[in-house]
C-alpha cells in the first residue's frame, strides 16, 4: 500500500488538475439542467432528445460527475495520508498556553 500511496503523492498535482476540470464540468451540466420539476430521475419518457430525455441524460452526466468528484477527493485525501507522521491528533501539535502566574501573597491582617 506504501507504493500506492507514493506512486499518488507524485501524482498530486495531475489529479488536482483533474479534479478541477471535473469540479469545473459537474458545474457547468448543473448550470444546463432545468430549473423546473422532474429532477432526480422523475417522470420518464423514451425520448433521447426531448426536454425530459434532455433532463435524463443531463441528470446522468450529474450522477457520472459527481462520483468522479467523490472518488477523487477520497483517493486525495488518502494519498495525503501519511500514518507514521500523522498518527496523532491535531490538537496534540497546539502549543499549551503558559500557566497564568501565581497571584501574590496576601498581605498579612492586623
Known sequence: ?????????????????????VTAAMIVVILLQRSEGGGLGMGRTDALFSVRGQANVLSRMTAIFAGIFFFLSLV????MSDPGKNARSIMDRVPTAPAAPAPPPAAPTR
Open 1 to 21: 500500500m506504501d507504493a500506492v500511496r507514493g506512486f499518488l503523492h507524485d501524482w498530486r498535482l495531475v489529479l488536482l488538475i483533474i479534479h478541477v476540470g
Open 76 to 79: 486525495m485525501a488518502w494519498s
